[in-house]
Structures are given as structure tokens and as C-alpha cells.
């Protein structure tokens, strides 16, 4: 079955460090992959996206490359603010009828 | 736009009794809503596709007859869960589709948290 793995946190940084958080994933055919945020007590938000192989989704400072060579989908910022303090969420959507599977979740704490 | 309000934001409930959770979109209108239950640092898992006007599709090991979901309009679903036991705690969430845009996006509820005693 479909499966994502996310490095376990809490992730805690200094503001302007950098940031990786690694996902891989488990999918039958090619599936499209997300990250999503989760601010504290709100909803989770499509934080960006990536279709198909070698393409890039970027949105706020993060970035993310869909390798399928790796089966990864890594989140990278180069310089985290304190606002950026949130769980972060991997995803792929595959097979279709918009069904997601999700990671687990990882906890970024951004400190000043 | 594209925000997903969840009522209510928490509830606790004595063993055996039912809980009603809501889900609306304010701003759009929603054929297909999706219902996710997470464990404390676990992923969301999904529960059921919640159609409107049509039966809801549940996953495989989820209860249908225990986790009741209408969807009785464009833009509000409802999961409930009937005669309630401690196991059932859990942060339950919804997501709503656009039905009036191309992409499919899920736009998420902030969840309701279960206790039940």
C-alpha cells in the first residue's frame, strides 16, 4: 500500500538557520506529493506541491524536489523565521479520487 | 476563501452516549468532504469520503454503522459517532473539496477534539 515517512521531531532551530525535513514515500504508480502546515489551532494548509518527477514546489521560502529516483520529497528552507513554527506534513495523493495519505508529522520550533 | 469551520472545537461525553460533529464550508460549495481521525504523533488517517447527496465511502476496518456521515448539502457534512467508548477519543478532522475549481485541493478543518469518559 501507499505509505510516507517523516523524520521524527520536535525540530527545534535558531531564526535564519536552515531547514530540512526529510519525507520519503511508498506508492504504487506516481503519485502527486504535498507538504502541508499546521499552525497551532488552525486547520492544515497546502503549503506546496509537485506532480511529477524532478519537478520543484515552492511557496513562501520552502522548496521541495519530487525525486522519484529517491522516492523523497524533502522540505528545505534557507533561513527560518520564528513564524515558521508549525507541524509540517508530507503527503501523496495516488490511484486517484483525492484520497491522501499522510506522514506523521513533524514539529518545527523556531527560536529567536 | 476556501475556509473550513468545524463545530465544535472540542467535546467531552459520557461512555455509550452519541457525539455529533459538523463540518461546513463558509465560502464554497463542497460535493466531497473528507473525514481523518489522528492519534496523538500519529498521520491523519482517513475514515470516509462523505458525498453529498450519496452515501458516504468508509474505509476498510472503519465502522460505518458507528461513524454515521451525512452530507446533506453543499457545504456541511456531519460524522457521528454513536454509543461513544474511551477508544474512540481522538482529534477528528475534516476537509472539503471546491467544487468550483479544476485542482482538487483539500481545504482542511482546524478539528474537533473527542474525550469521552
Known amino acids: 500500500g501507499n505509505s510516507v515517512t517523516q523524520m521524527e521531531g520536535p525540530v527545534t532551530l535558531s531564526e535564519e538557520a536552515f531547514l530540512t525535513i526529510n519525507c520519503t514515500y511508498t506508492a504504487t504508480g506516481y503519485p502527486s506529493l504535498f507538504w502541508y502546515v499546521q499552525y497551532p489551532g488552525e486547520g492544515l494548509q497546502l503549503l506546496l506541491k509537485a506532480t511529477k518527477a524532478d519537478d520543484k514546489g515552492s511557496n513562501k521560502g520552502f522548496e521541495a524536489t519530487y525525486r522519484k529516483e529517491t522516492t523523497s520529497f524533502h522540505l528545505e528552507k534557507g533561513s527560518v523565521q520564528v513564524s515558521d513554527s508549525a507541524v509540517y506534513f508530507c503527503?501523496?495523493?495516488?490511484?486517484?479520487?483525492?484520497?491522501?495519505?499522510f506522514g506523521t508529522g513533524t514539529q518545527l520550533k523556531v527560536e529567536l | 476563501g476556501a475556509v473550513v469551520s468545524q463545530h465544535p472545537s472540542w467535546v467531552i461525553c459520557k461512555s455509550g452516549t452519541s457525539v455529533k460533529i459538523e463540518c461546513r464550508s463558509l465560502d464554497f460549495q463542497a460535493t466531497t468532504m473528507f473525514w481523518y481521525r489522528q492519534f496523538p504523533k500519529q498521520s491523519l488517517m482517513l475514515m470516509a469520503t462523505?458525498?453529498?447527496?450519496?452515501?458516504?465511502?468508509?474505509e476498510q476496518g472503519v465502522e460505518k454503522d458507528k461513524f454515521l456521515i451525512n452530507h446533506a448539502s453543499l457545504t456541511l457534512s456531519t460524522l457521528t459517532v454513536t454509543s461513544a467508548h474511551p477508544e474512540d477519543s481522538s482529534f477528528y478532522i475534516c476537509?472539503?473539496?471546491?467544487?468550483?475549481?479544476?485542482?482538487?485541493?483539500?481545504?482542511f478543518g482546524p478539528g474537533t477534539r473527542l474525550t469521552v469518559l
Open positions: 503527503a501523496l495523493n495516488a490511484g486517484g479520487g483525492n484520497k491522501l495519505t
Open positions: 462523505s458525498n453529498e447527496g450519496s452515501k458516504a465511502t468508509y
Open positions: 476537509s472539503a473539496i471546491d467544487s468550483g475549481q479544476p485542482d482538487n485541493e483539500q481545504f
